[in-house]
């Protein structure tokens, strides 16, 4: 029996590069357009994007650039960044095949080591999770407000335990995990109303995808960053929202999970 495992890379703790969207990435660089590099992977034109927007919100640069209003859903480029990004992957693909033929000579793979080791393995369906930067850190009697910093510039806050600013080992300077649902995202029209949620981030609707009752409104906030709103169909009609519009995205503190 030959031992075979996919090689999948972590960012922050998150899976970042996996086979599938390094294939992605290649077949962008070939044809310049998301909509021929979906086709060709295969993947859904949707998937393609929820793969590159994944892979720049966890990156600490941008991997692909998107120009829209192109042909064919507007042209797309891989950066100078993402270039080195998918060589490097290459390299350690090829490293990682090396280390499973040897792994295969010295380890017994029929016993029920390997079966415990992949059930720890765990990948969160959280739709938002964002690279980000500890700013700060403010300790109250059970709770800290952790401050965090995107690529954009924009910020974000959290309130988690102090137990958990521990076991994560936050510290001001270091890079995070910002993780939230798409169904905790509440969206406003600029200037609309005052709120006191922390949280408010600012950017332009860059896809809507209605399905029945719920919509998908996808945010574009700056350095290839985006957000994920889930809201009901009813309120993107009362709002006006369409491509293009701009919005503040809103999140409870309380909403924003921390990983590293």
């Known amino acids: 029996m030959e031992l075979t495992s996919k090689l999948t890379l972590?960012?922050?703790?998150?899976?970042?590069?996996?086979?599938?969207?390094?294939?992605?990435?290649?077949?962008i660089?070939?044809?310049?357009?998301?909509?021929?590099?979906?086709?060709?992977?295969?993947?859904?034109y949707k998937s393609a994007w929820e793969a590159v927007d994944t892979m720049n919100n966890l990156s600490t640069q941008p991997i692909v650039k998107r120009e829209t209003g192109g042909k064919d859903g507007g042209g797309t480029t891989i950066t100078e960044y993402g270039r080195?990004?998918?060589?490097?992957?290459?390299?350690?693909?090829?490293?990682?095949?090396h280390f499973l033929q040897r792994l295969s000579k010295v380890t017994d793979i029929q016993s029920g080591e390997f079966k415990t080791i992949g059930r720890l393995a765990?990948?969160?369906?959280?739709?938002?999770?964002?690279?980000v930067i500890?700013?700060?850190?403010?300790?109250?009697?059970v709770n800290?407000?952790?401050?965090?910093?995107?690529?954009?510039?924009?910020?974000?806050?959290?309130?988690i335990t102090k137990q958990a600013v521990e076991n994560l080992g936050l510290a001001i300077g270091?890079?995070?995990?910002?993780i939230f649902k798409s169904s905790t995202v509440m969206l406003?029209?600029?200037?609309?109303?005052?709120?006191?949620?922390?949280?408010?981030?600012?950017g332009n609707i860059s896809h809507i995808s209605v399905a029945g009752v719920n919509t998908e409104v996808v945010i574009e906030i700056g350095e290839e960053d985006v957000l994920v709103a889930v809201i009901t169909t009813g309120a993107l009609k009362e709002l006006g929202l369409v491509e293009g519009s701009k919005v503040i995205a809103i999140v409870k503190s309380n909403d924003v999970m921390v990983g590293r």
């Open 84 to 97: 080195k990004l998918i060589q490097t992957y290459e390299i350690l693909r090829a490293e990682h095949a």
């Open 188 to 202: 406003a029209l600029p200037g609309a109303l005052q709120l006191s949620a922390r949280n408010q981030i600012s």
């Open 29 to 44: 660089e070939e044809h310049g357009s998301i909509l021929k590099a979906a086709k060709a992977v295969p993947m859904s």
């Open 174 to 178: 270091e890079d995070a995990t910002a």
């Open 122 to 131: 765990m990948q969160i369906s959280a739709r938002n999770q964002i690279q």
């Open 10 to 27: 972590e960012m922050l703790g998150e899976p970042f590069l996996l086979e599938k969207r390094i294939a992605l990435l290649h077949a």
């Open 144 to 159: 800290a407000q952790v401050g965090l910093r995107l690529k954009s510039g924009a910020r974000l806050v959290s309130v």
């Open 134 to 141: 500890v700013e700060s850190i403010e300790f109250g009697a």
